[in-house]
């Protein structure tokens, strides 16, 4: 059971629209519709973004959405916003009862 | 509201026992299995385990597989994550977090454990 691969870090400017990736396998993102995206704000808990695969919880605004293409899901953060840097990790069910996160991408918002 | 509230920090020197917990509100504590997840200073989020608290199901990732013990009490709406002799390497911050869809929809504030000698 490997983490999930995401870039180290994706940057943009306010109000541009940036994507971080996420790749696993057929065993995790690509067999289950059960990819979620937390963030995670310096020294707080993480939230909850997105959930299967494309689905916001209440309170998460539509500026943030997922998908998903074979082994690879992806979240877009759209009109970029000073409080959107953070870090995101993705995570999987993987199987089993198993789930796996990646391994985490800094946002910047230059 | 959901509210998960975990025990506070925790100092302990390597092979001493620890169990930290984690008391959850504002909803029915056993419909909903609860994760526990590691974040070593300045690393990324380690998925460990779940529990289901209705039967104390549980099923560790296999890189804490042995090393820890994921166990619940119903009747006080509280996960517990315990360790039998500790590392160095297990110093890091511990979530709690109720999973909903495979997702963890809402976290606790975090324990932070240091394992020193």
């Known amino acids: 059971q490997s983490a999930l691969t995401q870039p180290p870090s994706a940057s943009g400017s306010p109000g541009q629209s940036v994507t971080i990736s996420c790749t696993g396998t057929?065993?995790?993102?690509?067999?289950?519709?059960?990819v979620s995206w937390h963030q995670q704000h310096p020294g707080k808990a993480p939230k909850l973004m997105i959930y299967?695969?494309?689905k916001r919880p209440s309170g998460v605004p539509d500026r943030f959405s997922g998908s998903k293409s074979g082994n690879t899901a992806s979240l877009t953060v759209s009109g970029l916003q000073a409080e959107d840097e953070a870090d995101y990790y993705c995570?999987?069910?993987?199987?089993?009862?198993?789930?796996?996160f990646g391994g985490g991408t800094k946002l910047t918002v230059l | 509201e959901v509210q998960l509230v975990q025990s506070g920090a925790e100092v302990r020197k390597p092979g001493e026992s620890l169990r930290i917990s984690c008391k959850g509100s504002?909803?029915?504590?056993?419909?909903?299995?609860i994760s526990w997840v590691r974040q070593k200073p300045g690393k990324g989020l380690e998925w460990m385990g779940r529990?289901?608290?209705?039967?104390?199901?549980?099923k560790n990732s296999p890189s804490f597989q042995g090393h820890v013990t994921i166990s619940a009490d119903k009747s006080i709406s509280t996960a517990y994550l315990q360790w039998s002799s500790l590392k160095a390497s297990d110093t890091a911050m511990y979530y709690c977090?109720?999973?909903?869809?495979?997702?963890?929809?809402?976290w606790g504030q975090g324990t932070l454990v240091t394992v020193s000698s």
């Open positions: 977090a109720v999973d909903t869809s495979m997702a963890q929809r809402d």
């Open positions: 504002g909803y029915a504590f056993t419909s909903y299995w």
């Open positions: 529990i289901d608290p209705s039967d104390s199901y549980t």
């Open positions: 057929s065993s995790d993102v690509g067999g289950y519709n059960y």
């Open positions: 299967e695969v494309s």
């Open positions: 995570s999987s069910y993987a199987g089993s009862n198993t789930l796996v």
